[in-house]
């Protein structure tokens, strides 16, 4: 089984919204730290949002307040609702588990499992 599956990618105007999804396999799922992370062309890979298993969340400062990540235990399922997207938020977006989540200090890295990607592209 793929340990992780992304969806929901897509192009939309700028200001618009998307939800992608990262179906997990029960491993996976399990883990204490989820996350997801972007890049986009040119630029190295950047964390976007982090939770962990109790619902504790951590953001990048460019999507605070834009966007939110979210879990259902029941269908082992990843969630980023992103909301009023910028030119700038183009990227192929990843999700990613098994990690370390530092709440208190606003970092997390080291991700054992990885999805294989899904396009976001906002236009201006």
């Known amino acids: 089984q793929v340990p992780l599956v992304e969806s929901g990618g897509g192009s939309v105007q700028a200001g618009g919204s998307l939800r992608l999804s990262c179906a997990a396999s029960?491993?996976?799922?399990?883990?204490?730290?989820m996350a997801w992370f972007r890049q986009a062309p040119g630029k190295e890979r950047e964390g976007v949002a982090a939770?962990?298993?109790?619902?504790?969340?951590i953001y990048a400062d460019s999507v605070k307040g834009r966007f939110t990540i979210s879990q259902d235990n029941a269908k082992n399922t990843l969630y980023l609702q992103m909301n009023n997207l910028k030119p700038e938020d183009t990227a192929m977006y990843y999700c990613?588990?098994?990690?370390?989540?530092?709440?208190?200090?606003?970092?997390?890295?080291?991700?054992?499992?990885w999805g294989q990607g899904t396009q976001v592209t906002v236009s201006s």
């Open positions: 029960r491993n996976a799922y399990s883990s204490y730290c």
């Open positions: 990613a588990a098994d990690g370390i989540c530092a709440v208190v200090a606003n970092f997390f890295r080291d991700f054992g499992y």
């Open positions: 939770i962990t298993s109790d619902g504790s969340t």
